[in-house]
T-cell receptor, first 115, second 112 residues
Framework: NAGVMQNPRHLVRRRGQEARLRCSPM?????VYWYRQLPEEGLKFMVY????????ESGMPKERFSAEFPKEGPSILRIQQVVRGDSAAYFC?????????????FGDGTRLSIL | QKEVEQDPGPLSVPEGAIVSLNCTYS??????FMWYRQYSRKGPELLMY????GNKEDGRFTAQVDKSSKYISLFIRDSQPSDSATYLC????????????FGTGTLLAVQP
């Protein structure tokens, strides 16, 4: 999993606060994906971004969640007004491009706990 | 019905055994199939990547895809305690979307 860097590794927030999760893709990768892993449920796709563009956000909750991948800097997954149900492991993956032979490589995740 | 079904296990085998892990799926549009290994508190690590039906071998690992039955398998030969992890199948369609659909994972324990 070396290469895709996520921070923080652990994040604790109280209900109503904001959570910001950061992801730096592997060198040379311009495509970023966010997934959420809940116990007993496996990984669920949230959003797919390229630099400065959201390509597919079909897995993002309609409210409180947003994501960006600016021209400079890491991709950010932002959760506003967190609730207990947001507690999960959030994984970022990256790939060099969109093509069929461009597998996604994952970081070690951010474990978000809501008090 | 989930798009991808995977037995969660746990599956416990003795060292040296052949392990068979399986997933079934319902979406006939899936064309690309992957197996990831995830150790506790770590991110998924790509093991195998296959396209359409057929077999692919890489060292002790063999991936099989049977599109007619909507069934994929991962075989691990000469299993080692270091293979103890959760194994996730994942798949995607052939269109523009890159999103992966994952199974829930099978927890494997290889006993020394």
């Amino acid at each position: 999993n070396a290469g895709v860097m996520q921070n923080p590794r652990h994040l604790v927030r109280r209900r109503g606060q904001e959570a910001r999760l950061r992801c730096s893709p592997m060198k040379g990768h311009s495509h970023v994906y966010w997934y959420r892993q809940l116990p007993e449920e496996g990984l669920k796709f949230m959003v797919y971004l390229q630099k400065e563009n959201i390509i597919d956000e079909s897995g993002m909750p309609k409210e409180r969640f947003s994501a960006e991948f600016p021209k400079e800097g890491p991709s950010i997954l932002r959760i506003q007004q967190v609730v207990r149900g947001d507690s999960a492991a959030y994984f970022c993956a990256s790939s060099p491009g969109q093509g069929i032979h461009q597998p996604q490589h994952f970081g070690d995740g951010t474990r978000l706990s809501i008090l | 019905q989930k798009e991808v079904e995977q037995d969660p296990g746990p599956l416990s085998v003795p060292e040296g055994a052949i392990v068979s892990l399986n997933c079934t799926y319902s979406n006939s549009a899936f064309q690309y199939f992957m197996w990831y290994r995830q150790y506790s508190r770590k991110g998924p690590e790509l093991l195998m990547y296959t396209y359409s039906s057929g077999n692919k071998e890489d060292g002790r690992f063999t991936a099989q895809v049977d599109k007619s039955s909507k069934y994929i398998s991962l075989f691990i030969r000469d299993s080692q305690p270091s293979d103890s992890a959760t194994y996730l199948c994942a798949m995607r369609g052939g269109g523009a979307t890159n999103k992966l659909i994952f199974g829930t994972g099978t927890l494997l324990a290889v006993q020394p």
